[in-house]
């Protein structure tokens, strides 16, 4: 039995997050009218209650709008429940003891996401740091062996923070594990993953990448969907690698370039995300030029000191400086 809509379908709501859930929200309101019609359970009738709520304030230009302290409710927590009324301040205290249960578990399975901390492979040695802004991470981080022994390794960006960002993290980690197998060239996996993950996120949401197939004798081949440069650091020079894509998750059919260089000796691919090159002290980025620097003055060491270099350098150039992103620096160097 299809539900009579409660609202009318003429409305002023132009922000494509809440024109998502309204979506979302009039889909969930006709199963629960119809499981409600079959068994009048009074947590229907509540859940129903809730959702016209909803729906009204969103036709009524209320929603997303904290019902305690007026100030604007976190998209990602709309995302995660559309029927809340509160910003994260004013939560109950079973919801924040719930919240706070949610989110060391998502933590926990985003930590297991995340691949070994100092990698060695067949002519590569790999290491990371990775560092959320809050308990959980958008960032992506990964390194997968794929066919013929060729290391992939990827470091993305989600759009947003917080648990919608690190869900999306999550999804982006299955999406490129279960193509690699497969064995596609490099443009075709980013073209796929690509298709996969505009289907299945909201409009609003995307995440800009470099994927990255390591074959042994040091030759490397990249191809970036938007994400900040990657950089080559010798002793002596800085090669920086642009993207000329767009992020994915916009359009389905977007194509995508990749390039290829040879990797020297002792040199160091460094790949990052915005939270290392835009963290902010008063008015100066950290910027492309920093990293290299740090990493120019690190030839020799092996990657995961190169990677503790790069922290320290970063720790003492923000000082007491707040950080307002999530952190991801990775460096790839052909083994000795
Ligand atoms: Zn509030």
């Known amino acids: 039995m299809a539900a009579k809509n409660p609202v009318p379908n003429l409305s002023p709501i132009v922000d494509p997050l809440h024109l998502a859930l309204r979506n ?27 959702v016209d709520a909803a729906l009204d304030r969103l036709e009524g230009g209320l929603y997303g709008i904290c019902e305690l302290c ?52 067949d002519g590569w040695h790999v290491a990371y740091h990775y560092k959320p802004l809050g308990i959980v991470s958008g960032d992506y981080c990964d390194l997968v062996m794929g066919a ?5 390794f990827m470091v993305g960006d989600v759009a947003g923070k917080g648990v919608a960002a690190s869900m999306l993290m999550a999804n982006l980690s299955a999406i490129f594990r279960a193509l690699i197998p497969l064995g596609l060239p490099l443009i075709e996996l980013m073209e796929r993953a690509n298709r996969i993950f505009t289907g299945s996120t909201l409009p609003t949401q995307f995440a800009t990448l470099i994927c990255g197939r390591a074959v042994s004798g040091g030759v490397l081949e990249l191809c970036s969907a938007g994400h900040v440069p990657a950089l080559v650091v010798t002793r002596d ?16 059919e977007q194509k995508f370039r990749s390039s290829r260089f ?21 008015d100066d980025d950290y910027g492309y030029e920093r ?19 790069c922290v320290s350098d970063l720790e003492s150039f923000m000082g007491d400086a707040r950080i307002y992103d999530d952190q991801t620096l990775m460096v790839i160097q052909k083994s000795i």
């Open 237 to 252: 020079k800085v090669h920086q690698v642009d993207s000329h894509g767009l992020p994915i998750g916009l359009f389905a």
């Open 148 to 152: 013929d022994d060729q290391l992939y």
């Open 70 to 121: 007026h100030d604007t409710v976190e998209d990602h927590q709309l995302l995660a429940d559309p029927l809340v009324r509160f910003c994260l301040d004013h939560l109950g205290p079973a919801e924040q003891g719930a919240l706070e249960k949610d989110l060391e578990l998502a933590a926990q399975i985003q930590r297991r996401l995340l691949p070994k901390c100092d990698w060695r492979c």
């Open 262 to 282: 040879e990797l020297e000796q002792g040199s160091s691919l460094v790949l990052f995300s915005d939270g290392i090159s835009e963290a902010r002290r008063e």
């Open 291 to 309: 990293i290299a620097e740090a990493v120019a003055r690190s030839f020799g060491l092996a990657p995961p000191s190169v990677v503790a270099n």
């Open 24 to 50: 979302q929200l009039r889909y969930r309101r006709e199963v629960l009218a119809e499981a409600a019609a079959r068994t009048p359970e009074s947590q229907f009738m509540h859940l129903l209650h809730e």
